[in-house]
Structures are given as structure tokens and as C-alpha cells.
């Protein structure tokens, strides 16, 4: 289960430790401020109506995991060394489900899940060197088969639709950008950037994509 994810160091085969000087790109930092206030809606929401929704069942855990949304996707990005735009397009994934169910809830008990599983999966079609499942498994503290049935799930519930086109991805840029300008404290969560490093985002992202 997910619960312990984040709670102990991965294996040492999982690979080197990013240099000190190193530091995760800022879209990270935009997506994981996104997914916490969508969580946090939706666990109000749940409240209210009593239920998170069916259709994203494959990806819950017992309990919400103790890592935070920020040092899950830091840790995914350590790891795999996947690229900056496989965050974009993970992103845009829960996106289209979360219009596509609308009734099924993102909440702290699947975001996780669902974060490691659209993120591998965008690896897959972006990135031309990408690790198996079995080591995002590992790097995503769920076991390789619940990975595995995640993964299928997750193209059953989009229909296989998994490419994301060149305007549809700079839109989403465009939209995580609009997302830290409209909550300035975003800029300084990460060393105390001052936010103009930041408004390069949607270019240099959509450079990444081909």
C-alpha cells in the first residue's frame, strides 16, 4: 500500500541522489499548489455528499499517505529523472478524468496514486529513455502489481486517450502559470525565487515537448 510511501529511503539501486545544488523544476512546485487546493475542495465536497465516487476506486489506499503532494512528486522527479513535461501531461490526465467523473473525487486517499500512475504513463509517451513499472513502483512506494492494475485502469477510464496535442499542452502551461501568478505566495516556496524566474514557464515546457 501507498501509506508508507515517502516514510523510508528507496532502495539504493533506485539510483544516485540529484547533486545538492540541484533543485526540482518550478512546475512541481505549480502543480503540487494546484492538486492541494483541488484535494481540498474535494474532501469538503465529500462532506457534503457523503461519498467520493466509484470510478476511481482502483486507486485508493487504506489511509492518506504522510508525504505531502510536493515531496511525492519531488521524489518521483528525483528518481526517474523523467522530464519536466511529464508533469504537465500527468496533470492533464487527471484533468480530463476529473471532468470525465466528475461524481469521482481526487482526494488524499487516491491523489498519490493517481499522480505516480499518470506521471509513468506520460513518461512513456514523452520521454524516448523511461524506466519499467516495477521501479516507479518502487520510487512510488506501491507495489508492482498494483501499479500495474493501476496503469490499465487508468487507460480504460480515458479511453486510451493519452496524447495530448502541442496547443492543448501550452494551454495547460499557460493555465498552471495564470495559476502561481493569481497566488503570489507561490513564488516563494521554493529558495525565495523572485516570481519573474518563474514567467518563463509555458515556453521553456512547451519547448520540452515535440
Not at 501509506?3 to 503540487?32: F, H, K, Q, W
Not at 470525465?100 to 499522480?115: A, E, I, T
Not at 479511453?159 to 495530448?164: A, E, G, I, K, N
Request: net charge neutral; hydrophobic share 40%; glycine share 4%.
Amino acid at each position: 500500500m501507498l501509506t508508507a510511501a515517502g516514510d523510508d529511503e528507496p532502495d539504493p539501486i533506485v539510483g544516485p541522489e540529484l547533486p545538492t545544488e540541484a533543485t526540482p523544476p518550478r512546475v512541481l512546485t505549480i502543480i503540487s499548489h494546484v492538486m492541494e487546493k483541488l484535494v481540498a475542495r474535494n474532501e469538503w465536497l465529500a462532506k457534503q455528499i457523503k461519498g467520493f465516487g466509484k470510478s476511481l476506486e482502483a486507486f485508493y489506499g487504506v489511509r492518506a499517505p504522510s508525504i505531502s503532494i510536493a515531496k511525492y512528486l519531488e521524489r518521483i522527479y528525483k528518481y526517474t529523472k523523467c522530464s519536466p513535461a511529464c508533469f504537465v501531461v500527468g496533470y492533464v490526465y487527471i484533468d480530463r478524468l476529473a471532468h470525465k467523473y466528475p461524481g469521482s473525487l481526487v482526494v488524499s486517499l487516491n491523489v498519490h496514486r493517481l499522480l505516480v500512475t499518470c506521471v509513468m504513463i506520460a513518461s512513456k509517451m514523452l520521454d524516448d529513455v523511461h524506466y519499467n513499472n516495477e521501479f516507479y513502483a518502487r520510487v512510488g512506494g506501491v507495489s508492482n502489481a498494483d501499479l500495474n492494475k493501476m496503469e490499465l485502469e487508468l487507460l480504460f477510464l480515458l479511453d486510451f486517450r493519452v496524447t495530448v496535442s502541442y496547443r492543448a499542452f501550452e494551454s495547460y502551461c499557460f493555465h498552471l502559470e495564470k495559476e502561481m501568478l493569481k497566488n503570489g505566495d507561490v513564488s516563494s516556496l521554493k529558495n525565495n525565487q523572485p516570481m519573474q524566474e518563474s514567467l518563463s514557464l509555458a515556453s521553456t515546457l512547451s519547448s520540452l515537448y515535440v
